[in-house]
Structures are given as C-alpha cells and as structure tokens.
C-alpha cells in the first residue's frame, strides 16, 4: 500500500484537511466501542500521549495526572513526566503528576483528589513485564473515573491492534477508555504514525481551541494509507483467532519448558501474543536476551522487572515458527540454567 501511494501522495500538509486521514479516523471510530468518535495524529506514541494529556487537561481546566508505578509512556514531555522512573532523571516533579501501583485501587482513589484531569495507564504495562491487574481492576477504575468526572486515557501503544487476540486490550475487562493511544503497530512498522482517539464530547475543546494541537508530520497521507491496509489485515475474518491460537501453542510449549527447566522459568503473564516470561531471578533477563540473540531470536527484558522477558512475536507468526522460537527458549534456558547454577 505504501509503495503505491509514494507514486500519487506525499506527507500532504498539515493545515489542510486530508481525506486519508478523515478515512483513518472513520474507520477508527468504527473499530472502537463507546462514543470513541474524533482522532488526533501524531508521528511517535509519546507525541500522541501528550496530546492525550493536554486534551485531558484542557477538557477539565484541571491539572493533576495520576499515572502507575512501572508505567511507561514515552520521552517526550508530558508522556515523560507520566512515566516512572525515567522522568526522574530529568527533573521528574513536573507539577501535578503523581503515581500509585498498578492494580491498587486504594492507593488509586485516594490519589484521585478534585484537581485530576486524568488517569492514564498502559492497558498490560509493557516495561513491567505485562503484569496483568486484578480482575476488578478496570471496571473499578471506569467507576471511579466516571464518579469523578476524571478522564481516562488507556496507553494501547504496545497492547492495542489485535496483540492480545482482541482487537483492543481493555475489551478483555469490558470497558472504554475516554481517550485510547495507539502508536508502534499503527505504523504497520513501516511508516511512523500515532493516533490519540476520544470521546465525541471532548471535541468541543477545539472549537475554541483550534490550535491545540499542532503537527507537521503527525498524520502524514503516507502514514495513514499504511494504517489503513494494516486495520484491513487485522480486521480480516479468522484474523485474531490466528493470534489466539498461535498465543496458545506458546502457552503449551512454555508449560513444557517450566517442567524441563523449574530452576530458571518460573511462569509466562500472556494475553494472545503479548507474552512476559517470568525467571527466577533478575539476571535472567539479560542472559535469555543474549541466549536467544544467539539463536535467532529478539527479545528484550523488562525494564522495570529485568527476570520477565518481553516475547512479542509478530502476529501473523505460524505455528512452524511458533516451534523455531519454543526450541530456541529450551537452548537458551538450558545455557541459562548452566551460567546461574540452576540446573533442570
Ligand atoms: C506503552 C508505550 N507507550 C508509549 C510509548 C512511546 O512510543 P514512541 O517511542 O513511539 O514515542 C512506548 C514506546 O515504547 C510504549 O511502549
């Protein structure tokens, strides 16, 4: 789809309005439950969470923003400011940002006092490892959110566009974020777009504040051309039943490997193909990332959580390489088992 469309398009101009990316945002607000309606674009999934944090800010006239522990959204300003960790080493305490664990409401509704705008979360917290919330978790926060008059804006960035076998993660808890940011897969990982899509209220911000947000290559023709054909493939009938089966051969075959390697592999947090595999110990992490380099295959491990390794495969992996990837996991579990001392 790209290469066809460098012959007729290019990034096309910002001010003016595009007709590709009016049919990205229609289709959007098809593909998303709720009154999810109007879409914003950006070129990187941070540019996209600020904008989701200024709209929040600016729709309220509030400016608190309650964000989780090991959360993880971006480098940029606002995204930063929200993120563990990270903003701290570039002056973390921007004014009104707070954080409280993933998956404590306690600790969450006593942090949401009358000056927060927003309540923002990666759906699975990425750089955690995709530690997975208690199953109340989301509903109670919808709840609260809504009580409050709080925004809630879900970072899909990692988990969103079919990763975890559903179209949208947070379809797995029954609810709809007020603002939802899409960044990574909407490229297609071939051209850099990012969307922030929201509530069909909300826009009544930009009647008066038109210039709210600028971008100049945010939602570039050529991006959204590619989103497009990529929402078209995943959206294909049998599409997310694929991940939802090619994510359960690697749920076996781990539970094979937990038994042949007890002293390393300790447990796997998954959703479809979003798939955190949990070591014994911190050092795991980086020693699988270099066993599996070794034999083929990329995986990082969690920042936050260095024992968990990020397996993302991609979607339309099949089931022979689904079995290329367990193999190469039983080689490196056993180097790893050998170097920690931990052997079967
Ligand atoms: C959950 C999440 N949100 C936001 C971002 C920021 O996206 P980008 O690097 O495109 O700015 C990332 C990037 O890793 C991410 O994992």
Not at 96 to 122: C, N, S
Not at 312 to 318: E, F, S
């Amino acid at each position: 789809a790209l290469r066809e469309a460098l012959d007729e398009l290019d990034m096309s101009d910002h001010m003016l309005a595009s007709g590709y990316r009016g049919l990205l945002a229609k289709r959007l607000a098809e593909l998303t439950p709720g009154d999810l309606q109007y879409t914003t674009f950006g070129s990187a999934g941070a540019e996209a969470i600020d904008f989701a944090l200024k709209l929040a800010r600016g729709y309220t006239g509030k400016p608190g923003v309650v964000s989780a522990v090991k959360g993880y959204h971006g480098h940029t300003g606002l995204a930063l400011a929200a993120t563990d960790e990270f903003g701290a080493k570039f002056g973390h305490s921007m004014p009104g940002f707070r954080r409280v664990p993933f998956g404590d409401y306690e600790a969450l509704e006593a942090a949401v006092t009358d000056d927060v705008a927003a309540v923002i979360m990666e759906t699975i917290p990425a750089t955690a490892g995709f530690t997975m919330p208690p199953d109340d978790w989301y509903p109670r926060v919808r709840q609260l959110c809504d009580q409050r008059g709080v925004i809630l804006i879900l970072d899909e960035v990692q988990a969103g566009l079919g990763r975890t076998g559903r179209l949208w993660a947070y379809e797995e808890w029954g609810i709809c974020p007020d603002i939802m940011v899409c960044g990574k897969g909407m490229s297609a990982a071939i051209y850099p777009v990012s969307t922030a899509t929201y509530r069909q209220q909300m826009q009544s911000f930009f009647d008066d504040n038109a210039f709210a947000h600028i971008s100049s290559t945010g939602g570039s023709e050529l991006g959204c051309v590619t989103a497009l054909a990529m929402l078209d493939q995943i959206t294909e009938p049998g599409f997310l039943e694929h991940v939802q089966a090619m994510g359960q051969r690697f749920e076996d075959g781990i539970a094979a490997l937990k038994e042949k390697h007890p002293g390393v592999l300790k447990g796997l947090n998954r959703r479809g193909l979003l798939m955190g595999v949990v070591m014994s110990r911190d050092e795991c992490g980086m020693l699988m990332a270099r066993a599996l380099a070794q034999r083929g295959v990329i995986a990082v491990y969690a920042h936050y959580n260095p024992n968990i390794l990020q397996l993302m495969p991609p979607l339309v992996i099949q089931p022979d390489e689904v079995d290329e990837v367990l193999d190469a996991l039983d080689g490196a579990l056993a180097e790893v088992g050998e170097s920690i001392g931990a052997r079967a």
